[in-house]
């Protein structure tokens, strides 16, 4: 219906940079303005970072509350050594907290790694 060529259509699939032309005729048979999906990609693409800014900034905030929060155990137990453990399990505790929090937050396994791992796992030989 577009008018292109089977192996044209496969290249754009596949992610290749396809020529104007091409996404006009793919435009047309789908009754989309191609100038409108760049918009949605674009504001989604924005939302993401935004999203990830925020995020970024919820982080640096809890880790300078646990900073802080350290920082009287800490005096508290260089004056007086039978308070190491309490501070020690602060500070472990603050680990574990701040731990759970970037993996929720950080895309650790996202994408990339997946695919690395679907490709070691089924690579041809």
Known sequence: MSGLSIRTIQRIEN??????????????????????????EEMEQVRKEEEYVQNLKGFYKLLAIALSSLLVPFILAVNDSSLWSVFLWILLSWGVLLGIFSLNIFDFFGEEWKRKMVKKKFKKK
Not at 16 to 29: D, G, P, Q, R, Y
Request: glycine share 4%; proline share 0%.
């Open 15 to 40: 992610g290749e940079n396809a020529s104007l032309e091409s996404l006009k005729s793919l435009a047309a048979v789908f009754e989309i303005n191609i100038a409108d999906s760049d918009k949605k």
